[in-house]
């Protein structure tokens, strides 16, 4: 079955718009044969990735803090973004080089998308045994208020998030490498807690 697409305004005729179009051959729900195989390939890349990322990479130490992202020209508006600094060591059995690095920033309290960002690091092998330089991922989004001394009166109404630390390498699906809290400190800001 094919369909051809017509529209019409008010007072004219029908006129075709763009070409013919085939229907698919499939029905709502049920997978045909070839969707199948394209399920089972997907499923054999998910397992394959694991097995080469998810078993030879560990974060073995993280810190994370937030860091003034204010651009020029908006100095009447602080913007501040989670960044997660962590370090990666090799538990593998062959060298490991050129990973991307995803972290998804997530609200802790309704699982809502804050951001995300993307590194690629391990330009140089890390062999087997051996612990990366920090690798750090920052958000491309954040939060915005009129001074990062503002940020730090209003810390208690601040939500707190989480990240998702995913890595993969060229040809290979993302694994996640681990969750991780995002700290509520802001990089070169001192916070001085008063008694009341």
Known sequence: MRVRLFARTKGSGPTPIGDVYSIKQQIEGL?????????????????????????????????????????????????????????????????????????????????????????????????PGETSKDIVIKSELGYTASSKVAFIKNIKNWRKVKVNVFAKQVNYEYVLLGVYPISQEIDGVKVVYQLP
């Open 31 to 127: 997978m045909d044969e070839s969707d199948k195989q394209a399920a089972l390939e997907r499923e054999s890349l998910i397992k394959k990735s694991f097995e080469k990322i998810g078993k030879s990479l560990q974060i073995v130490s993280y810190d994370s803090i937030w860091v003034d992202q204010s651009r020029l020209g908006s100095k009447k508006k602080s913007v501040i973004v989670p960044s997660f600094i962590f370090r990666i060591k090799n538990i593998g059995v062959s060298p490991m080089k050129d990973v991307i690095f995803k972290g998804v920033f997530l609200f802790q309290d309704n699982e809502d998308k804050l951001g995300e960002g993307i590194v690629v690091d391990l330009k140089k092998s890390l062999n």
